[in-house]
């Protein structure tokens, strides 16, 4: 089969989240499993900083607009690791600062430069290889889908390859005004309750929803808690709509980059077997926050993340007075949504003996949370799969999360009697429930260093390569395929 994957961002050239990394790593792994794989990103000026004079695969395709048309050229970013790349260079719209917005806002026309994206995809794809499967990721590339089985409907060329959406977050969906169904050259008709028409805005992921041959979402736990009003985003309905061909599969995570016996970011290797090093990586993460006092029984709280609603870090704040008054260092990470940034300068602030926060976007820095750290916090609101609890995990960072999506589904209470489990969950995002999470897990740190280790060692002994979910994939991508033969 012949997979074209179409996505707003990929590792190694542009990344804002985890979507960055899944792109990064399936095309690779369907063509380890025989399959072609194809990535089409934008040529985003970071793209272009890291790929720059690139060769035209196609000089000009003509994207029509209401009133006007658009043109981009297509680049070929050539092959790495057996998948193609091209990149969709339209410069108007991707030579910009940022990728989605900037301080004040998204920007105003991105249903013109996703729309345009999606579209030159499809006209791209003609010309350089129709795939047997197109598989769109998040509101970004939703159009494709949308455009397949509206206005392309009757282009022979196009018209037997199947779609796949993958929804990486359900809170990001593209809302623009209703008149973006005109401005798309898409029929009228399509603006119904039943297709793209969401409280009388016009919804790109709500049509990818509807118009996808399949749906995936990165965690079978998250598969369901979007089809119920609490975590659906409203799209809750049309989700129940498609149960049927809504799969959830498990991110895999690379084990290259993150792995301590291996990690060239961290101070020492260490592994299941001989954890001497993760001190003297504890050691150089406590120097690196300014903490060196910190004493070798306190545990050391680890978060790296955006600073984001979705997050949960209001439980932080509540849990704070009871938490940072103790024996314990929080170290926090993280950029992102100015209310949570100046939460995090506040507990600083206030407790500037037992917290050391960073505000900023550092890799280097975030592996060696992940080592130096006793514990992980995730007290996530939501969280499709999260990438940091398994890392932390493997890195003998004992996680304490809240029980959903991805975090439920990776992450095992730890249970004395029968000394598994890989972390503490709470079932109730309330901070009397984090702070009991919380509080089991510092218990068997102080006062069962035997069962600590345990738990350490299960978390170490989990493995969640990309190998399966690559499996799962291409099943999906199978079962599309038949269908439209
Ligand atoms: P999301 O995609 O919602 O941001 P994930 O847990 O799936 O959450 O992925 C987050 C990724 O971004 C992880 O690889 C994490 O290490 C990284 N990350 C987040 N914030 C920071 C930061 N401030 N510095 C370095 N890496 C970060």
């Known amino acids: 089969m012949h997979i074209v994957f179409a996505a707003s961002e990929c590792v190694p050239y542009v990344k804002t989240g985890g979507l960055a990394d899944v792109v990064g790593a399936v095309p690779r792994e369907v063509v380890s499993l025989g399959h072609r794989a194809t990535v089409y990103l934008p040529y985003y000026r970071q793209v272009r900083e890291r790929a720059p004079e690139k060769a035209v695969a196609i000089h000009s395709l003509t994207i029509p607009f209401q009133y006007y048309n658009r043109f981009s050229a297509i680049l070929d970013g050539g092959v790495h690791d057996g998948v193609q790349f091209y990149f969709v260079d339209c410069p108007e719209m991707f030579d910009r600062e940022s990728l989605y917005a900037t301080q004040t806002g998204d920007y105003p026309d991105n249903w013109e430069r996703f729309g345009l994206f999606s579209r030159a995809v499809l006209e791209a794809a003609k010309q350089l290889g129709v795939p047997d499967i197109f598989h769109a990721h998040d509101w970004q590339t939703s159009m494709i889908p949308v455009y397949l089985r509206t206005i392309y409907y009757f282009d022979p060329a196009l018209r037997n390859a199947g779609t796949v959406l993958t929804i990486h977050n359900a809170g990001y969906q593209g809302w623009f005004p209703p008149q973006t169904t005109e401005r798309l050259l898409l029929p009228w008709e399509i603006f119904t309750m039943d297709r793209v028409e969401h409280y009388d805005t016009f919804n790109f992921l709500k049509g990818g929803i509807v118009y996808s041959d399949a749906i995936t979402t990165v965690s079978r736990k998250y598969a369901e808690e979007i089809q119920t009003p609490e975590f659906g985003e409203k799209l809750d309905g049309v989700l129940r709509t498609r149960a049927a061909d809504l799969h959830g599969i498990l991110n895999g995570v690379d084990y290259k980059e993150w792995d301590p016996a291996t990690d060239h970011n961290i101070a020492a290797h260490y592994t299941p077997e001989n954890l001497e090093g993760k001190k003297e990586c504890r050691r150089d993460l406590l120097h690196a926050f300014g903490a060196e006092h910190v004493a070798d029984e306190t545990p050391v709280l680890g978060i790296v ?88 995990m493997k890195y003998g960072t004992v996680p304490v999360v809240h029980a959903t999506g991805g975090l439920d589904d990776t992450v095992d209470e730890w249970d004395a009697a029968t000394q598994v489990g890989s972390g503490f969950k709470f079932m109730n995002q309330t901070a009397d429930d984090f702070y009991s999470a919380l509080e089991r897990a510092l218990e068997v740190f102080r006062n069962d260093k035997k069962s600590w280790v345990q738990i350490m060692r299960n978390g170490m002994a989990k493995s969640y390569t990309w190998q399966k979910p690559a499996k799962e994939y291409v099943d999906v991508y199978q079962q599309v395929a038949r269908r439209r033969s």
């Open 305 to 392: 993340s955006r600073f984001a609603t979705q997050k949960g870090f209001d439980l932080i704040a509540q849990i704070a007075p009871r938490l940072l008054s103790g024996d314990v260092f929080l170290i926090a990470l993280g950029t992102g949504e100015p209310y949570y940034e100046g939460l995090f300068r506040t507990i600083q602030n206030q407790y500037h003996g037992t917290a050391s926060i960073k505000i900023a976007y550092d890799s280097i820095l975030a592996h060696k949370v992940e080592a130096g750290a006793d514990i992980f916090l995730m007290p996530s609101r939501y969280e499709p799969c999260g990438l940091n609890q398994i890392y932390s």
